[in-house]
Structure formats: structure tokens, C-alpha cells
């Protein structure tokens, strides 16, 4: 073989290479193929659209009210049913199988079109004849096809950029949103409803002027939960870290990573060495680890055998003020993961905040209260009716004062 043979079927090769690396945010959108049209501006329909656009192609959306849609993915367009249907050879129907007598009139502009059948029944053998079968039915001139109905709109909204996603990315996603979204979420807020109702005690304390009141019951057996919780939210942080430590070691990640490098080396290009998201990813996980330390404290000490050496004053200061300290520390954790993303419109998919930004608001309302707490002329106060001061007790019948609780 000679040497131009040989260069002509490595550039073949090269040509027939498909990067395996997945598409990033970053990178931009592949150049639009064609138009394809959805129907149904519901949540699969939104959910599939974005993601067609992403992979380049024009969505068309019909609709039965285009001119009132809203939250459609930007870049796409909406017209009624039949003009929409012109449009595009290929339609997805995203609506339910029960509006499908919609389509009957529409058989002109669908002949010849291929339909897309997305629908799911809600149990097994509901209907006589499979989804698509019905609707080859309605509409006989055009070709129905089944696809799409395994994946769910949540996924598609939520997972990757690349639209050609498959297992490994899925499971990859389910894994980091496990690791990375729910756990510490659930966790942060279960801390929260720890420490949420001593403050709310001592705030009811402060405005009635006594202590010898009973709480309200709720407040009463919340009280007593707030040990289960405080395990709870301990597990859960727990597998958050679990989770944290394992994702490193993961093939894909390893995969994507080499990728990443060995592309620079290729294009001898290089990336700059950013000092701010070293700052923040350094203290981000400072933080944590601080966090998920005092974490640990506080479930070894609520121990039974643990506990029963702690004197009193001991117990309630890592009780109290580490464990305030401990939501203090995870609460900066969670802020310093956010960072300035809250600035970029990408992350408020369906002008929705996303859930580490949600689950900062009882945090930061407990953490806000406890500041006022204590502050000098709110501390004193309390700290006189936690020793039995009450307030207008003087003028009052020596009687009244009495405590209730002995
Ligand atoms: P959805 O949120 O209820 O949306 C359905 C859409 O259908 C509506 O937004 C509406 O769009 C349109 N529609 C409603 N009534 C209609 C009628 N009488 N005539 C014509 N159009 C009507 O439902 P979805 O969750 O998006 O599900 C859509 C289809 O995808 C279903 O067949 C479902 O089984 C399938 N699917 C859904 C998921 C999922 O995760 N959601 C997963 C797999 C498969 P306009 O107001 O714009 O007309």
C-alpha cells in the first residue's frame, strides 16, 4: 500500500469517527436538518420540543390555542393544528389517546405524514387495540409510528444536552441526581425542620411573656421528633457524601475527562486557570466537610449512651449551638454550590427555580429567626423567661403565675 493510499483511508476513517463525548452546554447546537412539528403544548410535548431543538431541528408546535401557549421552549414556533401539520413531514402527537378524535378532521393534511404515537395508557388492556393502531384508524392516510412513550417529559427535561442519550447518561443522571440533588436537598431541609420549631417555641415563649404555658400540641410533638429527624437528615447527608466520593472513580466520568484532555493536546489548545472557581469549589467543600463533621457530632451525641455522659449544659451545646452551627455551615454549602447561578435565565427551566435554590429558603428563614433570637435585647428577654420571669406578673394575682408545668 503506498503512502497516499494510506493517508486516503486514514482521512475515510476520521471521517466515519463519532465522538463518543457527550454534547456539553457549551458546545453549540448542530446546524438545523429539518422541521418537525408537535402536537400538543402539554408537559411531554414542551419536554420533547426542547430537546429537538437542541438537536438542531425546527419545532413547529400545533396547538389548539396558539395564540395563548405559553412556556414553550424558546425558539420554537406555534400555529393551529392544520397549518402546523403543512409544515413538517414527521409530527409527534403528544396528547392524550382520549383527544385523539381531534386528528379525524385533519386527515387531508396529514396524508402521507408520519405520525409519531406517543401515548401510555394508565393500565393494561384498557382500550381493545394498542394506541397507535387506534390512531392508525382515524387517520388511515398517513404512517404511524410508535416511539418516545418509555421516556418520561421529567427526563427529557432534566437530562443531558446531548439528545442522543442512553443508558449510560440516563443512569449517570439518575445517579447524580440522587448524590447531588435529592440527598442533600432532603437533607438540608430535614436539619431545618429540626431546629425550626425551638425557634418558633421560643419566639411563642417571647409573645406570650411566660414559659409556664403548654405549647400548642403540634409544636408540642414536633419538639419531640426532632431527634428522628436530625437521623434522618444525618443518613441522608451521608449518602450525599457517599455519593460525592464515588463519582470521581466512575468510567464515565474518567472517560470524559481523558477525552477532554487528550482533545486540548490534539488542538494544542489550553484552558486558563480560573482562580475564582477554585476559591469556591475549595471552600464549597471546606464547607461540607466542616458541615458533615459537626453532622456526625450531633448523632453520636444524641446517642443514648453518649448522652447519658454528657452533663446537661454539654448536651444542649452541641445540640444547640453546633448543631446551629452545623446548618450554618451546610446553609454556606448549599450558597457557595449556587453560587452566581441564579443570575443565568438557562437554570429556571419552566421559570422555575431549581430545587438546590428551593430548599435554601427554610434554611435561611430558621437561620434569620435564630439571629434575631439572639441578638442582646431579645437574648436577655428570653433568657429571663427561660428562668421564670413573666411578664406583667406583678400586677397580676400571684395565682396566675403559677406554672403549669411543674
Ligand atoms: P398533558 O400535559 O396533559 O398535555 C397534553 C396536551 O394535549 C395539552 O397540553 C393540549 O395541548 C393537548 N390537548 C388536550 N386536550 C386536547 C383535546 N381535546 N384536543 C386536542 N389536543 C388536546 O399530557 P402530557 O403529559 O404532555 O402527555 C402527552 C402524551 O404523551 C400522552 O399521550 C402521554 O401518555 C404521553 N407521554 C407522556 C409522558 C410524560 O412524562 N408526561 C411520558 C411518555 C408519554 P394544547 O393546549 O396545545 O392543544
Not at 412513550?149 to 439528545?163: C, E, H, I, K, V
Not at 472517560?255 to 486558563?272: A, H, K, M, P
Not at 430545587?355 to 435564630?370: D, R, T, W
Request: hydrophobic share 40%.
Amino acid at each position: 500500500m503506498t503512502g497516499q493510499e494510506r493517508s486516503e483511508e486514514k482521512s475515510e476513517e476520521r471521517i466515519e469517527c463519532v465522538s463518543l463525548s457527550p454534547m456539553r452546554e457549551a458546545v453549540p447546537a448542530p446546524p438545523e436538518y429539518e422541521r418537525v412539528c408537535v402536537f400538543g403544548t402539554g408537559d411531554m410535548g414542551r419536554s420533547l420540543g426542547l430537546r429537538l431543538l437542541q438537536a438542531g431541528y425546527g419545532v413547529m408546535f400545533g396547538s389548539r390555542r396558539p395564540h395563548s401557549s405559553s412556556l414553550l421552549p424558546h425558539g420554537a414556533q406555534v400555529l393551529g393544528h392544520a397549518a402546523a401539520a403543512q409544515s413538517a413531514r414527521l409530527i409527534f402527537i403528544a396528547v392524550q389517546r382520549e383527544h385523539y378524535d381531534f386528528l379525524v378532521p385533519l386527515a387531508n393534511q396529514l396524508k402521507g405524514k408520519v405520525l409519531v404515537d406517543l401515548s401510555n395508557n394508565l393500565r393494561k388492556n384498557q382500550y381493545p387495540e394498542a394506541n397507535a393502531e387506534y390512531l392508525q384508524s382515524l387517520v388511515p392516510g398517513a404512517e404511524v409510528v410508535k416511539g418516545f412513550n418509555t421516556l418520561s417529559a421529567w427526563a427529557l427535561q432534566n437530562g443531558p444536552s446531548d439528545a442522543n442519550s442512553q443508558g449510560e447518561d440516563i443512569s449517570f443522571r439518575i445517579m447524580v441526581s440522587l448524590a447531588n440533588k435529592v440527598c442533600p436537598i432532603v437533607s438540608l431541609i430535614m436539619l431545618s425542620l429540626c431546629y425550626l420549631p425551638g425557634v418558633l417555641a421560643s419566639f411563642l415563649q417571647l409573645y406570650r411573656g411566660t414559659k409556664y404555658r403548654r405549647f400548642p400540641d403540634w409544636l408540642d410533638s414536633w419538639m419531640l421528633c426532632r431527634k428522628q429527624l436530625g437521623l434522618l437528615s444525618l443518613g441522608f447527608a451521608f449518602l450525599h457524601v457517599l455519593y460525592t466520593l464515588i463519582l470521581p472513580i466512575r468510567y464515565y466520568l474518567m472517560f470524559w475527562v481523558t477525552e477532554n484532555t487528550v482533545s486540548l493536546i490534539r488542538e494544542n489548545r489550553t484552558t486558563e486557570f480560573d482562580t475564582t472557581t477554585a476559591w469556591r469549589g475549595d471552600s464549597y467543600l471546606s464547607l461540607g466537610i466542616l458541615g458533615f463533621g459537626l453532622y456526625v457530632l450531633l448523632g453520636i451525641t444524641s446517642l443514648p449512651s453518649v448522652s447519658n455522659a454528657l452533663s446537661w449544659k454539654e448536651f444542649s451545646f452541641v445540640q444547640s449551638k453546633l448543631g446551629h452551627l452545623t446548618l450554618l455551615l451546610c446553609t454556606a454549602h448549599t450558597y457557595l454550590y449556587g453560587w452566581n447561578r441564579f443570575l443565568s435565565s438557562s437554570i429556571y427551566k419552566w421559570y422555575t427555580p431549581p430545587g438546590y435554590m428551593l430548599c435554601l429558603v427554610l434554611p435561611s428563614v430558621v437561620l434569620l429567626l435564630k439571629l434575631l433570637l439572639i441578638t442582646p435585647c431579645v437574648d436577655r428577654t428570653i433568657t429571663r423567661i427561660r428562668q421564670g420571669w413573666e411578664r406583667g406578673a406583678d400586677q397580676r394575682n400571684p395565682k396566675d403565675s403559677k406554672p403549669l408545668i411543674p
